[in-house]
């Protein structure tokens, strides 16, 4: 049995075979653990396989934290312990697995946490993100076919949704990753994974038209990019709700024209911003229920509220039924902004490069891996709107890269 304690002369990237044609086993990296609901994240040593058939092996050198790996943690998402926890990353591809077609070791990839198989029957219906596969092994922690590339103290380790990025390296599907350009920051990139897609998406797919009044309820890292999100499908108005004065502000920064203090009564507030009438489009992207019942009320008639935030699995909402036919409204949701990260994904970074969509801004705080633990308390007291674990190599000078690893000169 593979104990926790560090092997004997081998790094974090060591393998316990290298070069010469020898098909690998084994790497021994770091991650962050959960061994169980409650307990406090830990960096351990874990066993990762080598890919399997369309998976290729990444080296992480950026990963965004979520609200989401925080309700792994408390089990308000029930998914399956251990675990590792992380969903959103950037990083080079160093190993790939027999039928891998669109990835090559040495691509800079972003890592994001729903792998479409592409023949489902959502797959074929346009809506990869609701794709039967993926979001199956989401909740098992595990691949298609119930393994996972993971191992710690013997046993099977699972990982968040199909990534596991907050480690040293990440064994993923091929259609899991998105290759990147080599100007892009792997701090920036790292927010495409999950954030950027979720919130620009959600704008991106809803009836918003130019000149429209918007209002979006919560401001971490995904509410900030619906915030961008409508401003770049021609908000006029984009009313930024939050309890947390600075988050207001960045919100502002990010195209914002109005805030309002969660903390006051925001259904009035809407209603005076918008002459009685209620927003055209709400957003909810915290996951609260009366959050949500606020968006919708917060709606003009004929307007549409979007779910975005992620409840607990067993929450209900309740709302008044009679607003459906007599007021024409519409209620909906957006699952990780209905993005096809392959098409969507060079897009957003063709919005970034423009100018258009900012990641800088949500990339102020980071941390060491080691500092987990406390980066999610900073997410949670809002101190920060999105933590960042940045690895050591990842901005250091190329000549921490190994020899024969051709992404070395592309190293930041
Ligand atoms: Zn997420
Ligand atoms: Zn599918």
């Known amino acids: 049995m593979r104990g926790r304690a560090r092997p004997a002369g081998r790094g974090e990237r060591g393998r316990q075979n290298q070069g010469g044609g020898v098909a690998l086993s084994t790497q021994t990296i770091q991650a962050v653990v959960i061994a169980d609901y409650d307990q ?64 090559r070791v040495g691509d800079r990839v972003v890592v994001t946490w729903v792998p479409a198989c592409g023949h489902c029957f959502w797959c074929l219906n346009g809506a990869p993100e609701l794709c039967e596969t993926a979001n199956r092994g989401a909740v098992s922690g595990t691949g298609a ?61 809803a009836p918003i038209v130019p000149g429209d009044t918007v209002a979006v309820l919560g401001l971490g890292g995904v509410g900030l990019n619906v915030v961008q999100g409508a401003r770049m499908v021609g908000a006029a108005r984009i009313i930024a709700v939050d309890p947390v004065a600075w988050k ?7 195209g914002a024209t109005d805030t309002v ?9 809407l209603l005076d911003l918008t002459d009685g009438r209620g927003v055209d489009v709400a957003f909810e992207a915290v996951g609260q229920v009366p959050l949500m019942a606020l968006a919708f009320n917060a709606v003009r008639r004929g307007g549409t509220a979007v779910m975005v935030g992620v409840p607990m699995p067993n929450a209900e ?31 957003l970074e063709a919005l970034w490069r423009s100018g258009q969509l900012r990641l800088a801004p949500l990339t102020t705080h980071t941390y060491a891996l080691h500092e987990v633990p406390e980066a999610l308390q900073d997410l949670l007291s809002g101190r920060v709107a999105r933590p960042v674990v940045v690895f050591p190599d990842a901005e250091a000078p190329a000549t921490r890269a190994r020899t024969h690893d051709p992404a070395q000169a592309e190293e930041e």
């Not at 399997?52 to 992480?60: A, H, L, N, Q, T």
């Not at 008044?320 to 990260?341: D, I, M, R, V, Y």
């Open 317 to 347: 909402l309740s709302l008044n039924a009679f607003a459906f036919p007599s007021q024409e409204k519409t209620l909906t949701g957006s699952w990780l902004g209905g993005s096809h990260p392959a098409r969507d994904i060079p897009r």
């Open 145 to 205: 076919d119930g393994r996972t590339p993971l191992r710690w103290r013997g046993q099977p380790l699972h990982r968040f949704s199909w990534s596991g990025t907050l480690a040293t390296a990440a064994v993923v599907p091929e259609s899991g990753v998105v290759r990147i350009g080599p100007d892009m920051p792997w701090r920036e990139a790292a927010l495409l994974g999950c954030a950027v897609q979720t919130g620009v998406g959600a704008a991106f797919g």
């Open 40 to 103: 406090t994240p830990q960096v351990e040593w874990v066993e990762l396989q080598d890919p399997g058939p369309g998976d290729v092996r990444v080296r992480i050198h950026a990963a965004g934290i979520c609200h989401s790996d925080w309700h792994a943690v408390t089990g308000t998402l029930p998914l399956p312990m251990p675990m590792v926890l992380g969903h959103e990353a950037s990083g080079t591809v160093t190993d790939v697995g027999p039928l891998v077609e669109r990835v």
């Open 248 to 254: 207001r502000e960045l919100a502002r920064e990010l």
């Open 261 to 269: 203090d969660a903390s006051v009564d925001v259904l009035t507030a």
